[in-house]
């Protein structure tokens, strides 16, 4: 064999070598890719499921939150005069005193943030809305953990260290329950705690009912997102 041919078979042998190195990196990142569409997958599939039951639970808060303004602004008409009605004020004061935090499905959302798989999300208009929405409910639980201290202040400890808790009518109208509700009426404590109530329901822009709003608006938005992809 001369010393060209030997040669020649040895760059041949090298190009064999090389080749089918690069066609096992290409393998493996074809596996990788696949694996990797595979989970994306399946978080996509999590996040249908978490955004569908988020939907009705964001529909059905919000109508809660909306009853709850309604019936705490009936409450400071009496404070503004009304004339005095204990079953009409009781049955609207409480309720509204209900405490009606938003809970969120954040299992999916937990598991790709802890796992560093985010980028498996392919679509960037998704992972983004995704962080934009889990950042409103951010907002939410702040604006509600601020207002639960309010009704523990304003609301909670002056009412039921003053009268007798019935939180179930009827209410008739008595000399009792009408003592009852002057008592009530008569702590700017129970006032202002509902006026913040009001207040923080429904300012613009950064209430808890144009939150909730939003919240909502978004899960549609990325719902329909996730289907299509």
Known sequence: MTETSALR????????????????????????????RAVGDQYLAGFSQDLTADLEMLQAQYEARRAQLANASVVLEFFEGRAIDPQAFFERYYVAMLMLNTRPNRNTMEEVLSSGSLRLIRDAGIRTGLLDLYATYDRIAALEEHMDRDFDSYLYDPTFSAVPLRVEGPWPDTAENRKHVGILLGDVRIENGFRLLVLNLEMSDIGLLAELELARSETERLLEMVLAG
């Open 9 to 36: 078979r040895h760059l041949a042998e090298l190009v064999v070598v090389f080749v089918g190195v690069a066609l096992a990196f290409a393998v493996e990142n074809l596996r990788e890719d696949l694996n990797e």
